[in-house]
């Protein structure tokens, strides 16, 4: 439409009508045409057929339109500038207007305005009936209640949930049941009705054919006053499945599927707390030893299936009512509810069981475990608390050489804190120089000569004085410090050896212990091979002593070591043997030169019956397999008398001289 045509039109300010032929279109499209001034003031309007014309002259746009948008923007308008919006008139008739505001001069506007009255509630008549045709496609199921007298009213709308339910779509008198609840849930509904007609928006959930159930009450208000409550239902089974699922995930190991650390904290506050306390007489730790030189050795993976084998062991012996945990890592808890007399009894079958080989990617692993065990005294205690001291039994036990039951009490309280000061120390032993190597003699049993020593570590505490390796090697193992001393002796002994021969010294063979975590490592032979370079060390001197323990984890693979040590001219020994597990059948296999009788067997050769019996046959099977016999311990010449008549080559022990210290024993090497 032409500006100048409505100029034209609205030529004079107090017109109140339109006579042109031309005009008759926009009457019957029914659009109002009106002039305004500078201060939206309406001067002219058209005979707008819905409205009285007289009405407007004199009245501003915003005293004519209720306007949804409109916050003085026409100020900002410049000349040709254009403004639209929608509005609802505020005088005569509900009519709706889209509205267009144009600036033709300083102080002039037009104002377009066609009425979508009709457009409008066709449209909502007709999403009025998408409405109620969507509303039976939805999930949910929607209701509303109403109280017209004691009892509430629930109109049944729709939704495909009410169908899954079977709820037909009708009115219930609430009346003191429902079919889709039962009769606790129906008690619990009425009350939060209660609760949503005094305007509090209300949650509520139940069960029903084994449907998880949501409602949502939502209070209507008219006047001040709530006149209905909208409920919408909601299907949460698979939700709740779900929150099922995260919570047993909260509360359950991965690897094993046993209750977690924090369901055993759940389950011993309950314990303490309830009557159920009665019931509790233990709590035990089971930690399996030496699970991380197997991680070490094979990866993660295979130390996560021994983990998993462990677990499946223990869940055999451990019943009801008692409870299996994986507190972590290697560690089990046992919750042990039941009479007191059974639980030394499971702890013995549990040993037992660990015990057993495991049979893993064709090799044959080993493992024990130590078992730490805090009887409950039937006094509350924190939970927290009653898990550290079955710990405290349990580290305790495992510095103390582990794969046995160690049961808590206050004394060991009072060690074990003392054993921590240790570890303090001995990460400190290093920097300040506190390690001595002695060495205790290797004798020849007919010439009574020196022909080789044994490196023994000592620490000499700066303030505590001498610290026996009874102690301090068992906490460096725990504490991950064994490779430490380990490479330290080695290097030391190496010194030594050299500057024995410089002082003129006729060489003999320096054996150094190595411990079993330490020959599983994968860069073990590395780092001898490093320091024999390093310190110029002859290998053909150097002994490594093995213990038999060592082997039981990775026969296999100690045996492939074993035979690279060989071959770099070193020779070998299996030190302690008679206490360990592993088979006879493996003994022709092992590549090595030496084989040394424990003490336990040398010092009681008198006292314990089958002593003789025994070491005669360790002599006989050694030469059988052309290996040399070395007896540990010999401190009377009883003893020597005994394995000298059954030709054993060596000896070490007390009777020829305790370890001396390296410049002691220099002075005798040179007389040897």
């Known amino acids: 439409m032409r500006r100048d045509f409505l100029m034209d039109m609205l030529d004079t300010e107090n017109d109140t009508s339109f006579n042109s032929d031309d005009f008759q279109v926009l009457l019957k499209q029914n659009i109002l045409i009106a002039k305004a001034n500078s201060d939206l003031i309406i001067t002219s309007i058209n005979a707008f057929s819905r409205l009285i014309p007289e009405n407007w002259i004199g009245k501003t746009i915003t005293e004519l339109f209720d306007l949804e948008k409109f916050h003085n923007e026409w100020l900002l308008l410049s000349e040709g500038d254009t403004w639209r919006g929608q509005g609802e008139l505020r005088l005569e008739l509900p009519i709706q207007l889209n509205l267009t505001l144009t600036k033709v001069a300083e102080d002039t506007y037009i104002v377009f305005g066609m009425d979508v009255t009709e457009v409008i509630e066709t449209i909502e008549e007709d999403v009025e009936a998408e409405y109620k045709q969507k509303l039976q496609h939805t999930l949910n199921g929607i209701f509303t209640a109403t109280k017209p007298n004691e009892h509430y009213l629930l109109s049944v709308i729709g939704g495909k949930l009410l169908d899954k339910l079977q709820i037909s779509s009708s009115v219930y008198v609430m009346d003191g049941s429902l079919e889709w609840m039962d009769d606790k849930s129906y008690s619990t509904f009425t009350y939060k009705l209660d609760e949503a007609f005094k305007g509090n928006e209300q949650v509520f959930k139940h069960t029903y054919d084994g449907v998880d159930i949501y409602t949502l009450l939502s209070p209507i208000e008219k006047d001040g006053e709530i006149v209905e409550v909208l409920g919408t239902l909601m299907d949460i089974t698979s939700f709740e499945e779900s929150q099922k699922q995260v919570s047993y995930l909260a509360t359950h190991d991965a690897l094993t599927g046993l209750p977690n650390r924090l369901k055993l904290l759940s389950d011993l506050e309950n314990f303490i707390n309830e009557d159920l306390r009665s019931n509790l007489s233990a709590v035990i730790i089971c930690d399996l030893d030496r699970l991380k030189t197997i991680n070490d050795t094979y990866g993660q993976l295979i130390g996560d299936q021994v983990i998993e084998i462990a677990a499946r062991r223990l869940k055999e012996i451990v019943s009801e009512p008692s409870i299996l945990y994986r507190l972590g890592g290697d560690e089990f808890v046992i919750i042990y509810r039941g009479t007191d007399g059974k639980v030394e009894e499971l702890l013995e079958e549990m040993l037992h069981y660990i015990r057993q080989p495991i049979f893993i990617q064709n090799k044959d692993l080993y493992?024990?475990?130590?078992?730490?065990?805090?009887?409950?005294?039937?006094?509350?205690?924190?939970?927290?608390?009653?898990?550290?001291?079955?710990?405290?039994?349990?580290?305790?036990?495992?510095?103390?050489?582990?794969?046995?039951?160690?049961?808590?009490?206050?004394?060991?309280?009072?060690?074990?804190?003392?054993?921590?000061?240790?570890?303090?120390?001995?990460?400190?032993?290093?920097?300040?120089?506190?390690?001595?190597?002695?060495?205790?003699?290797?004798?020849?049993?007919?010439?009574?000569?020196?022909?080789?020593?044994?490196?023994?570590?000592?620490?000499?505490?700066?303030?505590?004085?001498?610290?026996?390796?009874?102690?301090?090697?068992?906490?460096?193992?725990?504490?991950?410090?064994?490779?430490?001393?380990?490479?330290?002796?080695?290097?030391?002994?190496?010194?030594?050896?050299?500057?024995?021969?410089?002082?003129?010294?006729?060489?003999?063979?320096?054996?150094?212990?190595?411990?079993?975590?330490?020959?599983?490592?994968?860069?073990?032979?590395?780092?001898?091979?490093?320091?024999?370079?390093?310190?110029?060390?002859?290998?053909?001197?150097?002994?490594?002593?093995?213990?038999?323990?060592?082997?039981?984890?990775?026969?296999?693979?100690?045996?492939?070591?074993?035979?690279?040590?060989?071959?770099?001219?070193?020779?070998l020994a299996i030190d302690d043997f008679g206490t360990g597990y592993s088979s006879m059948g493996y003994l022709p296999k092992f590549p090595i030169n030496f084989l040394k009788i424990d003490q336990s067997f040398i010092r009681d050769i008198c006292n314990e019956t089958g002593n003789e019996e025994i070491i005669k046959a360790m002599i006989q099977l050694a030469h059988t397999f052309g290996l040399k016999v070395v007896a540990e311990g010999v401190e009377q010449e009883t003893a020597l008398s005994f394995i000298k008549n059954e030709k054993c080559d060596y000896y070490q022990g007390y009777f020829f001289s305790r370890p001396l210290e390296a410049e002691v024993l220099e002075q005798q090497l040179l007389l040897n």
């Open 367 to 571: 493992i024990t475990a130590t078992a730490g065990v805090y009887y409950y005294d039937h006094i509350e205690k924190r939970s927290d608390e009653l898990i550290n001291r079955a710990s405290i039994a349990v580290h305790y036990g495992k510095i103390k050489g582990g794969n046995n039951i160690f049961r808590y009490n206050d004394t060991m309280s009072k060690k074990y804190n003392e054993l921590l000061l240790v570890e303090s120390d001995l990460r400190k032993a290093f920097q300040l120089n506190e390690f001595r190597l002695h060495y205790q003699p290797k004798v020849d049993v007919d010439t009574n000569k020196i022909v080789g020593v044994e490196a023994l570590i000592r620490w000499n505490h700066g303030k505590k004085g001498n610290i026996p390796p009874s102690l301090f090697i068992p906490v460096a193992e725990e504490i991950g410090m064994i490779q430490d001393i380990d490479e330290w002796v080695l290097e030391e002994a190496c010194n030594q050896f050299n500057r024995w021969v410089s002082s003129g010294v006729e060489p003999i063979m320096i054996a150094v212990n190595v411990s079993a975590t330490e020959l599983q490592q994968a860069d073990f032979l590395d780092r001898v091979r490093n320091i024999i370079e390093k310190t110029g060390m002859d290998p053909n001197y150097l002994e490594i002593e093995i213990t038999e323990n060592s082997i039981l984890y990775n026969t296999e693979e100690c045996i492939d070591r074993m035979r690279q040590l060989r071959e770099m001219g070193i020779s």
